[in-house]
Each structure stands twice: as C-alpha cells, then as structure tokens.
C-alpha cells in the first residue's frame, strides 16, 4: 500500500528557515515522480514544487525559486523541502504527493496528476 507522511512542519519568524520531510512506503522514491503542495486558508491548493522519478530532475514553481530547495534521500526513501526566507504568505499547509504514471526526467506541479497524497503539515510563518 502507498504512503506518504509529511512532517516538519511548524512556527517561524519571516525570514527564518523549516525543513519540511516526507516518508514514503509501499513504494520507492526512485519509482515515482513526487510533488510538494500547499494550501492556504481560503485558497485553492497550490504546487511548491516536484522531483521526477529516476534521474531526480526537480522543478520549482515561481513563487518559492531561490528559497525552497527538494532534495531525497533514497537509503531512507524520504524527501525532504528545504524552506529558507520564509515569507508570511508561505502559511499554509503543507503536502506531499506521488504521481504514478512515470514519465522519465518528468514532473508536475498539476495536483491533477497525483494519485497518492500524505496527511499535510502546516507552517506557520508571522511577520
């Protein structure tokens, strides 16, 4: 059975810095392309970012470049986002997702394509 389970999540200042893990089971990291999202109160869920299957190619969406940074550790089968210069607007809760359907050096930040989804963690960030 797939799992996923996110954790890490919490308070911090603006400015400041969490790091976000995701545990994966019943399957490995190296199989599936996996997405970080969020969803912020009384705002639709968005994509942070994602890491393709195999190769590891990892995208970015705009509004976390140069702050956020996904990174995996296949021997512990878990992600890990990297959270730096937090912004209050980075509020939210937090998520991780696998895609499935694998398609090399591929991944999206379209929570459409997911088909496996974790229990969120939320953050925190005050100004």
């Known amino acids: 059975e797939v799992q996923l389970q996110a954790s890490g999540g919490g308070s911090a200042q603006a400015g400041g810095s969490l790091r976000l893990s995701c545990a994966a089971s019943?399957?490995?990291?190296?199989?599936?392309?996996i997405g970080w999202f969020r969803q912020a109160p009384g705002k639709e869920r968005e994509g942070v970012g994602c890491?393709?299957?195999?190769?590891?190619?990892?995208f970015y969406a705009d509004s976390v470049k140069g702050r956020f940074t996904i990174s995996r550790d296949n021997t512990k089968n878990t992600l890990y986002l990297q959270m730096n210069s937090l912004k209050p607007e980075d509020t939210a809760v937090y998520y991780c997702?696998?895609?499935?359907?694998?398609?090399?050096?591929?991944?999206?930040?379209?929570?459409?394509?997911?088909?496996?989804w974790g229990q969120g963690t939320l953050v925190t960030v005050s100004s």
């Open positions: 997702a696998a895609d499935t359907l694998v398609i090399p050096s591929h991944c999206s930040i379209a929570s459409y394509e997911y088909d496996y």
């Open positions: 019943g399957f490995s990291f190296d199989d599936y392309a």
């Open positions: 890491i393709s299957s195999g190769d590891g190619k990892i």
